[in-house]
């Protein structure tokens, strides 16, 4: 492992420690924040070297850009070649909030935060604590979420600390996340816009601003050996906790009965919000059935909890995959590495 630091424990409660915050981020230091969406490990994003460091505190390959967050819509014209009108339009509705929008790049852009790409992901987080560290930082941050690369993204400073604690300067403790997963990331760098993660801001309300938009492929399915992405995120294993996740289709009967039929040590179920009763396997709620929004706020600590229980295998029960419940499909379908298995 890379040398130790001590981490700094901040609370953002405290003005005098979100200014800290801002200080070391200026000062070239690596400080996880939280947004609405998830925690992310921010370093000043004009600065390569302070970004290099973000991809060796999380193992993160050197392949996979970065999201620059602004506090502020002035802050983005910089950033990009130029705003479009329909670029414009989706920040209007949308920020702040959990939408990121990718275009073209400025030259301000340093290369480890485009990793290759000739475009830039740019979000205006709601968070007001995140809006807060920006100010004080007083420049566009990076911040990819802040796990250790593949594991499960981090929704309380307490998952933070299990993945990062001796990694980075500091964190910044603002309570759990809202959202709870990544934010929406679309692209406007191509003549139809097309969405390359879904999160909070769904395919409808971008299509209600954008008319035509394209899901990627990637969003729903695996990617065969060698193809080539938009998004390099999307091609690794994510979002895994050590056990090994099979995602389940079928009624509440089905998969009962089909968890029942293979209880045994360390097997263990991750189910709506009510239905461990009709399960033999310790389980794990993730929130209510009809409820996506909800699933999606406690997805990944279900995930780190299952974890922290010593399950070997989880069978989760599968999210309905549109809405905010695309997210939480997204996301658990790449848990569980594309293994599914669909019952009548
Ligand atoms: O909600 C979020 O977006 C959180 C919080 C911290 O803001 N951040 C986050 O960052 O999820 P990260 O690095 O874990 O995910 C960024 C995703 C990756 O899939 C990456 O490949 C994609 O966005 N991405 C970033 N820049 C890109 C670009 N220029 N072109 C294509 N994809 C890009
Ligand atoms: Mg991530």
Known sequence: MDEQKTTLRLSASREQEIKTAGRLLKEGGLVAIPTETVYGLAANALNGRAVAAIFAAKGRPMDNPLIVHISKIEQWAPL????PPRAMELAKQFWPGPLTIILPKSALIPDEVSAGQATVAVRFPSHPVARAVIDAAGVPLAAPSANLS???SPTEAQHVLADLDGRIDAILDG????????STVITLAQEVPRLLRPGGITPEQLSQVLGDVEVDPAVLNP???????LSPGMKYKHYSPRANVVLV???????SDYVNSHAK??????CYNGEQGALNVPAVAY????DASQQARHLFDALRKLDELGAKVVYARSPRPSG?????????????????????
Do not use: H, M, W
């Not at 929130?287 to 009809?290: A, D, P």
């Open 80 to 83: 990009v070649n130029e705003i």
């Open 249 to 255: 289709k079928g009624t509440l009967s089905a998969y």
């Open 287 to 290: 929130g209510e059935q009809e």
């Open 223 to 229: 990617l065969a050996a060698g193809e080539k992405v």
């Open 175 to 182: 309570g759990a996340c809202d959202v709870g997963v990544e």
């Open 265 to 270: 040590e360390g097997v263990f179920a991750l």
């Open 324 to 344: 905010v419940g695309l997210a939480v499909y997204n996301r658990l379908i790449r848990a569980a590495g594309f293994e599914v298995v669909e019952l009548g």
């Open 150 to 152: 593949g594991s499960p």
